[in-house]
């Protein structure tokens, strides 16, 4: 594992184990880091590469990828630069390290989460499919992206306390409209990360194709 700063991103590297395989870019949930999801990736697909950024955003000293001005409530000009900073840490990243481009695949967990399906309707493109764990509209661009071919996992929490069942169903019906093939799986649990999202998205990414 590489521990690297490429445009401001401390992040940290590990090839995939395969010329060529996907590699999963992972985002924390807020106060998390670079760190927090390394034992994720390693349950999920062991043999793929992994890039895991640490958000720039710091609020009352917690790591994030954007600036919210309250829970749920998103500050859209700084989400929106700061989407767009990513996918160039991204691009800057495969040319650093040489991993394929059109094999990344997003896992992220909340603030995580909702700057990847921010990055899906930016910069699409730039993920060939996303493991979303309790993600929110984070945007409505217009116009909407083309996704099509762009594979989504949507695990949701049916009692989370931070992101109402109708507000999922909406980012579920966004990304389909843009031409995602979402798939929404509905846990029982609230906003944590629980060992059903881990079950879930480990035969979601087998059922997709996404990692051969
Ligand atoms: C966000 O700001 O992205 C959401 O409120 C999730 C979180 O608390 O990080």
């Known amino acids: 594992m590489t521990s690297g700063d490429l445009g401001g991103f401390v992040h940290r590297y590990q090839p995939p184990a395969v010329q060529n395989g996907p590699t999963l870019l992972l985002l924390h949930g807020t106060g998390g880091n ?28 917690m790591p994030r990828f954007f600036r919210r001005l309250a829970e749920g409530v998103f500050d859209l000009e700084d989400l ?13 990243a495969a040319d650093r390290y040489g991993f394929d481009r059109s094999r990344v695949i997003a896992v992220g967990f909340s603030n995580g989460a909702n700057i990847a399906a921010s990055l899906l309707l930016l910069r699409p493109g730039v993920l060939a499919g996303a493991v979303l764990i309790r993600a929110m509209v984070p945007l409505v661009p217009e116009p909407l992206p083309s996704l099509a071919s762009t594979r989504v996992l949507l695990s949701s929490g049916r009692r989370d306390p931070l992101v109402a069942a109708v507000e999922t169903e909406r980012l579920a019906t966004l990304l389909r409209k843009a031409g995602a093939d979402v798939t929404l799986v509905w846990q029982p649990g609230g906003h944590e990360l629980t060992r059903e999202d881990v079950d879930g998205a480990r035969s979601w990414l087998e059922t997709v194709h996404l990692l051969d």
């Open 34 to 61: 670079e760190d927090d999801l390394l034992p994720l990736a390693g349950m999920l697909a062991p043999t793929s590469g992994v890039l895991s950024p640490r958000g720039k955003v710091l609020e009352r000293g």
């Open 80 to 92: 929106k630069r700061r989407t767009i900073e990513l996918a160039d840490f991204i691009g800057a």
